[in-house]
């Protein structure tokens, strides 16, 4: 079975019930998923993983610091979690504000790393943004996520 990290950093709770119904999607569809804040998580385990699923709030069209600091503690782990699939999701307080650059952040984060990075057509580009607390549109795009990423991820 397939070996998921849903990791995340949350200060309003808006990124955490993103992070709670992807977690749940996954495991749904028959992955082993383990659901993470940023802060209890070693980048240590990082290979224990088959894929990560990361999630920030959207701070000036970027990734919250607590996560940063995790991608950045990662280095030690460079060319070690080539092929992982990743994939990823935020939230942000206004259409408009910075949403799919913080997405685009952390997936660029994990190219670097040889990671291999899921884009969508049917929803945000980069993963599902949120405005705010997750709406009915954010979680049907949290399901599209969840049936893509579970479908790729049992074919690595």
Known sequence: MKKVLVVYYSRTGNTEAMAKMIAQGLAEKGLNVDLKRVEE???DSLTDYDGYVVGSP???G???SELKK???ESVKYY???EGKLVAAFTSTGIIGGGGETACLDILKAFLIHGCLC???TRLGHYGPVSIGKPDERVKREIEEMVNKYSE???KI
Request: zero cysteines.
């Open 118 to 120: 899921l884009g969508f």
């Open 41 to 43: 998580v070693s980048v």
């Open 62 to 64: 970027t990734m919250a």
């Open 79 to 81: 060319r070690k979690i």
């Open 58 to 60: 959207n701070y000036f």
């Open 152 to 154: 790729i991820i049992k």
């Open 70 to 72: 995790f991608i950045d």
